[in-house]
């Protein structure tokens, strides 16, 4: 990102202008569990990302065509139910990292496993804690003729489906992975 601070203008000014509205924005949204505003802003924020590493020059190319493709399912999506009910955002690559409630879940695995069909039937394309999860839904057929997208089979090599965490804990020294310097530990 090194060149996006030397080159892109628009870093500079979502620094200044941007960032600080949608951080409060975000973390009112956050505090009052309002999905619909937190997925909004995160997407925002996802795309403005990426603008930036367009106007970088020369540019940062991260996503891809399955990376676009996702955006537009969500899009769909949430197009489809009139509210926001997935919000993507990607980690620095092509990876999406999808946010949705749990009520939602079966529903929208059904669509990305019918979009994004596995290959693999050695593998376990969902992994994590949806691997256990029996309340599959059927495929929602008026949603996914909404969709314009054709089935792209082994575009995802497969889903990790985790859980908001307890947050943060203060452990004891035994524990840490860093010494009181800062300096990562030696374990032996």
């Known amino acids: 990102m090194q060149r996006s601070v030397e080159t892109s203008e628009l870093l500079h000014y979502r620094a ?5 509205k949608r951080l409060a924005k975000i973390e009112t949204a956050i505090l009052e569990r309002d999905f619909n505003t937190f997925g909004l802003l995160t ?4 795309n ?11 540019p940062i190319v991260y996503m891809n065509e399955t990376s676009r493709r996702i955006i537009n399912l969500v899009t769909c999506y ?6 926001i009910k997935a919000a993507y955002t990607f980690d620095a690559g092509p990876n999406a990292v999808i946010y949705i409630q749990s009520r939602d879940i079966p529903e929208f695995l059904a669509v990305i496993e019918h979009y994004f069909p596995n290959v693999d039937s050695t593998d376990s394309f969902i992994r994590g804690r949806s691997a256990s999860v029996k309340d599959r839904a059927p495929k929602p057929e008026r949603l996914l003729a909404s969709v314009q997208e054709e089935p792209v089979p082994g575009a995802l090599r497969y889903i990790i489906h985790t859980t908001v965490g307890p947050g943060p804990r ?19």
């Open 16 to 20: 200044e202008t941007i960032v600080p």
């Open 48 to 58: 403005q990302f990426h603008a930036v590493c367009l106007d970088t020059y020369p």
């Open 43 to 46: 997407m925002q924020e996802s």
């Open 170 to 188: 203060i452990l004891d020294t035994a524990h840490s992975l860093l010494g009181p310097d800062g300096l990562p530990t030696t374990r032996t």
């Open 78 to 83: 949430n197009d489809y139910h009139k509210a």
